[in-house]
């Protein structure tokens, strides 16, 4: 159940394409202005949020790139105008001016928020004005623009000249077009032709659950610029146009910061400063190619205490800011059973399948309170991971996770789950793509594991060789530092580190016993329940999306209920049913079925407006706490999400078998406990002791040894 992001592919062009007219024969600053474009208002959805008629014309004003940010940079987010087109535009040079319809960017066009809400728009022309700030070229300076995600076939043009061309709907691109600029850097025209196939005949691309032709677990596409759209000055002697970090438990930082000048030697320093802004370590080493240098006793990264380090990163002229965190993700046997580890540790995963899909923008959340929402909605009933399912996020989405202490299992959204199956040229693609997505999304902490598969979806059945061995591979090679799940659901063939059950009436989690189509439990991976419960109360009309085809497919829903005592009921029998799969059998982690309602489904923790929470919090607070402690008894970390409370951070913890000593302050007393008795004391203790006390004095007061 994905939604996709294709691949950045952007040619840059040298000089126009033959035959491109400039946007007036005889002076290219001047533009069509016989004709005002429609006038932008929302355009009303079938189902509004409390966000959607309060965004006005300056949306996503934050900066879209927390990992590389520099100090010049201004939106083009705004008003943009319109004009749907067909495929004769595929080859023909730009409109000349603006266009007939003023739509708000970032938007799908499929959306109210957009203003427009065409549902059947294949070829599309953007195009709005920009002016350049003053000084952004002095010293011979370049001008970039930069496009977060446009789904799914573009071409960049600036007065008239093609710069750019790209295929792929949610990864990044970057344009220079410092030549291009008029002269004194105002009156510059930005159009933007672009393609969406979605899943019309003939197309195979990656999409997820976008689909033409909605119904039941298959939504309404997004097509346009979806994402952020930026102008950023950067050095005229080259830039860093990627920085690959990835630091560890043990204090080591790995560092590969990408150059826009091919081959250079360009030394390049990075310093690490903590919360405070004090300098807790330093190391140097050389564009393009990656060296190392370690800081001290770090705090780590924790779903609890989820800890982040600020970097800044100096390569000749170029200075960016960027973050890390400490942690390192791996897999290994605890008591004999396979297990995921965090900075060691076995730490059980529990959240929801979160398909980031909403009523007023599809993709494009309205702001980001409310992407992050959603986010903080989890977090406070103590779950401490997200799968980010059928899509690919804005980038702020991962900072959010980061700083939230979410964990994060990210999808390669599937082609079209049609029933097809893709040619090698639909199969070279989607592996293009899936590198992407791994490039883009490295450096983020949060991020502990990728999915390859869902349940089969677009997946080639030749084999062997199956094709999920060679993306394996792939990705390890690409990013050695997280987890693989090859395939979640079903068709597996043994590769990756799961053996990952979808089971919705129950949980089969790493258990001896299985539904077909999924298979049996693997001992020699990590049992893991990829997707359960998906349990439904139907709600009054106000709430839901009220488009004829959504209402017929609501009785698919897996399982509906009546009224929320009978749904929260269930819910606690499925949560402690998995709790006992925890104590029995090899139960790592599990995904429940999901964060909010989408379109036709009617499952959601919240409606699809977000306007009404069906859950008991304090009811699933408890049974999820009930998760992290039978996990405890089978070797497991003590604590799991935050369940409204900040816990202690883990100080120099000694081995299972070892006594651990608390000395209470004041106390006069120091107290030996076995190490279940500790985890005992985490909750009865430590929250209070956290709740008197700062970080500091807690350190002071709390000695394990």
């Known amino acids: 159940m994905h939604f996709l992001a294709l691949p950045v592919l952007s040619l840059l062009l040298g000089a126009a394409s033959p035959g491109l007219a400039s946007p007036h024969p005889q002076n290219p600053l001047l533009f069509d202005r016989q004709q005002a ?28 790139r927390p990992l590389l940010k520099r100090p010049d940079w201004q939106t083009l987010n705004g008003i943009w105008t319109f004009r749907k087109s067909d495929s004769s535009s595929a080859a023909a040079p730009p409109p000349a001016g603006l266009l007939d319809r003023e739509t708000m960017i970032p938007s799908c066009v499929e959306s109210g928020l957009s203003g427009l809400q065409e549902l059947d728009a294949e070829f599309m022309w953007f195009a709005r004005r920009f002016t350049v700030p003053e000084g952004w070229r002095a010293g011979g300076k370049r001008v970039l623009i930069n496009f977060e995600a446009v789904d799914y076939e573009s071409r960049v043009f600036v007065n008239g000249k093609e710069l750019a061309r790209h295929v792929g709907g949610y990864f990044r691109y970057s344009v220079d077009v410092t030549d291009s600029l008029a002269a004194n850097g105002t009156d510059n025209l930005l159009t933007v032709w672009v393609r969406d196939p979605t899943d019309r005949q003939g197309s195979f691309a990656p999409i997820g659950k976008q689909t033409t032709r909605p119904s039941h677990i298959f939504y309404r596409a997004c097509s346009g610029i979806w994402q952020t759209v930026w102008l950023e000055s950067v050095p005229a002697s080259g830039r860093i146009t990627q920085l690959d970090v990835a ?29 405070s802004g004090a300098e807790v370590g330093s190391g140097k080493g050389t564009a393009n190619t990656e060296f190392h240098f370690t800081v001290n006793s770090p705090k780590l990264w924790w779903p609890e205490t989820p800890t982040l380090y600020n970097l800044t990163v100096k390569m000749g002229d170029d200075s960016v800011d960027s973050y890390t965190a400490f942690r390192t993700v791996s897999r290994g046997q605890v008591n004999g059973i396979q297990r995921p580890l965090l900075n060691g540790e076995f730490v059980f995963q529990f959240g929801t399948l979160d398909q980031g899909y909403w009523p007023d923008g599809l993709h494009t959340p309205p702001n980001y309170e409310a992407m992050v929402s959603d986010l903080k909605l989890l977090k406070s009933i103590g779950m401490n991971m997200v799968r980010k399912h059928i899509k690919i996020e804005p980038d702020l989405f991962y900072r959010a996770c980061d700083e939230l ?28 793509q899936l590198e992407l997505l791994i490039e883009e999304h490295k450096s983020y902490p949060s991020i502990v594991t990728w999915i390859i598969y869902n349940e089969g979806w677009a997946q080639r059945r030749d084999g062997p060789p199956w094709p999920e061995n060679e993306l394996v591979q792939r990705v390890r090679a690409l990013d050695p530092t997280r987890l693989i799940d090859a395939v979640s659901g079903w068709n597996d063939h043994g590769f990756g580190d799961f053996s990952d059950n979808h089971h919705y009436a129950s949980a089969q989690c790493g258990a001896p016993f299985y539904s077909q189509p999924a298979g049996p439990h693997d001992s020699s991976r990590i049992g893991f329940q990829g997707e359960f419960g998906g349990l439904g109360m139907n709600t009054t009309i106000e709430h839901l999306w009220n488009v004829s085809d959504a209402i017929r497919d609501i009785p698919q829903t897996y399982e509906i209920h009546s009224t929320g005592d009978s749904y929260n009921h269930r819910a606690t029998q499925l949560l402690n049913e998995l709790a006992d799969q925890i104590t029995r059998y090899e ?10 309602d989408v379109e036709g489904e009617v499952n959601g923790l919240v409606t699809y407006d977000r306007r009404v929470t069906r859950i008991d919090k304090d009811q699933w607070r408890k049974d999820i706490q009930k998760m992290y402690e039978e996990a405890a008894k089978r070797g497991g970390r003590a604590v799991g999400g935050n369940c409204g409370h900040v816990y202690y951070p883990r100080l120099n913890p000694g081995k299972a078998d070892q006594p651990w000593r608390l000395r209470r302050s004041g106390a006069g007393q120091t107290k030996v406990f076995k190490m279940t008795e500790v985890l005992i004391l985490q909750r009865k203790y430590i929250d209070h002791l956290w709740d008197k006390l700062g970080t500091n004095e807690l350190q002071n007061n709390v000695n394990w040894r």
């Open 247 to 275: 630091a560890g438990s043990d204090g080591k930082v790995t560092v590969k910061a990408h150059s826009s000048v091919n081959g250079t030697a360009a030394e390049v320093e990075v310093k690490v400063m903590d919360a």
């Open 37 to 64: 474009p429609i006038k932008y208002e929302v355009k009303k959805p079938p189902l509004d949020t409390d966000w959607t008629y309060k965004l006005g014309t300056n949306p996503w004003p934050e900066h879209p």
């Open 405 to 432: 202490g979410l964990m994060v299992i990210q999808d390669m959204p599937s082609m079209c789950a049609d029933g097809r199956q893709p040619n090698d040229a639909d199969q070279a693609e989607f592996g293009r």
């Open 587 to 596: 139960c790592s982690g599990a995904v429940y079925t999901q964060t909010s």
